[in-house]
Nanobody, 118 residues
Framework: QVQLVESGGGLVEPGGSLRLSCTAS????????MSWYRQAPGKEREFVAM????????TYAESVKGRFTIFRDNAKNTVDLQMISLRPEDTAMYYC???????????WGQGIQVTVSS
């Protein structure tokens, strides 16, 4: 069955770094745009970063530009999110998302918590 499993979250101090990883299975990873979203308590889920299947388009939310980097590896079916210079406002549940590039098919991971606090 389809699975998107996130890992790498946790507690980090402001200014610190974390690397999230999402491992996919059960679908043809190389035909999906992969994205990261996040949802803070009391707020709506918001887009963070995305990379198309071939890597020709990479987009970031303004709030994370220059601090977050998305990496995908089609051979390993993984998409990572490297986060540096973390701020308390980056605290949220982070979700991995897969969107098919030709059909209205999408999948979500279960989410992983990132907490930025001293």
């Amino acid at each position: 069955q389809v699975q998107l499993v996130e890992s790498g979250g946790g507690l980090v101090e402001p200014g610190g770094s974390l690397r999230l990883s999402c491992t996919a299975s059960g679908f043809t990873f190389s035909t999906y745009t992969m994205s990261w979203y996040r949802q803070a308590p009391g707020k709506e889920r918001e887009f963070v970063a995305m990379e198309t299947s071939t890597g020709d388009i990479i987009t970031y939310a303004e709030s994370v530009k220059g601090r977050f980097t998305i990496f995908r590896d089609n051979a390993k079916n993984t998409v990572d999110l490297q986060m540096i210079s973390l701020r308390p406002e980056d605290t949220a549940m982070y979700y991995c998302h897969a969107g098919h590039e030709q059909r209205p098919v999408e999948y979500w991971g279960q989410g992983i918590q990132v907490t930025v606090s001293s």
